[in-house]
């Protein structure tokens, strides 16, 4: 029986198939072809898209054609200020800042404090506000040039992002929000109305320069949903259609399902002390045979191991000895307790310099944030 599993800008459950999304939500595969014109222009493939991380797209070759002829794009991405930030927040900005550094592309971040609050029963306006401020600082570590990158809460620059709302509004009945979103009549009308302010960003710097600009949007597939009547809407509103790259979701530590705030055991948050990281990924579900006597007979399952899973996200430049582990696992001839111990020093060492840029990141601030 096919494994169910759900994927919603909310909810991500079960074991996702993304070859199967693909086609449910009516995306492109990034393909060898794709993969060739982006090295063209990046010198070198980035980590995510060797390793498919990054898998999928929406007119991502129309971006590379304008492109191409001379037509600058801009980067769009998010996120819901509900908590800190973890590693699976950073594994789209990483990306985003590779973009930003290739193509020269300027940035517009958009903070949710309106959508946390509307969403979430158990968060108030101040909690989510107070976290945009403490989610940008996880964003400027990531490296972003302050001339081209302009982050903004949507509660605080809601002048200029309300205008754009209320033309995209209009043209969405609530018949299509209720088949994208699956909202029903215990939806608080905020929540109705929330779309069309995720969807405004895809407009904005084209108005606030007074001509079309291509936007580009990198974010995991959850987010996908958004970006349907925002497209269907452009047009008709005089904009190019937004085009979106997506990747896969970064897993927790414990079995199965991506890393989620909801589950801290299992979630490795930015603000953690390298200390605590390491104790999580020391406790982390692998793909070891029940007892060290069994794995080195029987071998383990790398195919199912968060560890190994999280290998590919953090050993850059180590395809080889990738392949290496994959095999010595499977032999039985490396133990889980090893691989553990090697991932928690990786993550340490990642949180420790990330931490020291975060720290950083409060002198400049407002050098990021966009005001209206
Ligand atoms: P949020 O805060 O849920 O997530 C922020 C970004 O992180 C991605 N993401 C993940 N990526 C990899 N592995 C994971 N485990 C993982 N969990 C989350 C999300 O896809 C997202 O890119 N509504 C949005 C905020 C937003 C936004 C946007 C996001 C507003 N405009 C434009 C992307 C693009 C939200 O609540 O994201």
Redesign the pocket.
């Known amino acids: 029986m096919p494994k169910k599993f759900v994927v919603t800008?909310?909810e991500?459950k079960g074991e996702v198939d993304y070859d199967k999304l693909i086609k449910e939500f009516g995306t492109k595969k990034i393909d060898d072809a794709l993969l060739e014109r982006i090295e063209k222009h990046a010198g070198e493939l980035h980590l995510y898209l060797k390793r498919g991380i990054f898998f999928s797209h929406r007119d991502f070759d129309w971006i590379l054609d304008k492109y191409e002829k001379g037509e600058k794009f801009y980067l769009?991405?998010?996120?819901?200020?509900?908590g800190n930030t973890?590693?699976?927040?950073?594994?789209?900005?990483i990306f985003t800042k590779h973009l930003q550094d290739v193509f020269g592309a300027e940035l517009y971040?958009?903070?949710?404090d309106d959508?946390?609050f509307l969403f979430k029963r158990d968060i108030d306006l101040k909690t989510s506000m107070g976290f945009t401020y403490k989610?940008a600082l996880d964003v400027i570590a990531c490296g972003f040039d302050p001339k081209k990158t302009f982050i903004f809460s949507d509660i605080e620059y809601a002048k200029t992002l309300y205008k754009i709302g209320v033309q995209v509004a209009k043209h969405i009945t609530f018949s299509t929000a209720k088949a994208v979103f699956g909202f029903t009549n215990e939806n608080n009308i905020g929540t109705i109305f929330f779309p069309a302010i995720?969807a405004a960003?895809c407009f904005l710097p084209s108005v606030l320069k007074g001509k079309n600009i291509p936007c580009l949007?990198?974010?995991?597939?959850?987010?996908d949903p958004?970006w349907r009547p925002s497209r269907d809407v452009a047009p008709k509103l005089g904009f190019y259609k937004p085009a979106q790259i997506h990747?896969?979701?970064?897993?927790?530590l414990g079995k199965g399902g991506?890393?989620?705030a909801s589950e801290p055991e299992t979630c490795i948050f930015t603000t953690d002390s390298p200390e605590v990281a390491g104790k999580k990924v020391m406790n982390a579900f692998t793909g070891g045979a029940g007892t060290v006597k069994e794995h080195k007979e029987k071998g383990g399952e790398p195919e199912i191991c968060t560890i190994y899973n999280y290998y590919r996200f953090f050993f850059e430049g180590a395809d080889k000895r990738l392949e290496e582990v994959f095999h010595a696992c499977k032999r039985g001839e490396l133990i889980c307790g090893e691989c553990k111990g090697v991932l928690a020093e990786r993550v340490k060492k990642f949180l420790t310099e990330h931490q020291k840029k975060r720290e950083k990141a409060k002198d400049v601030i407002q050098d990021f944030m966009l005001k209206d």
């Open positions: 800008p909310w991500v769009y991405t998010g996120r819901g200020p509900s973890h590693i699976g927040h950073l594994v789209p900005w971040f958009q903070m949710t959508e946390k989610n995720q960003p949007i990198p974010a995991a597939i959850d987010q958004y990747c896969k979701f970064i897993p927790g991506k890393m989620s």
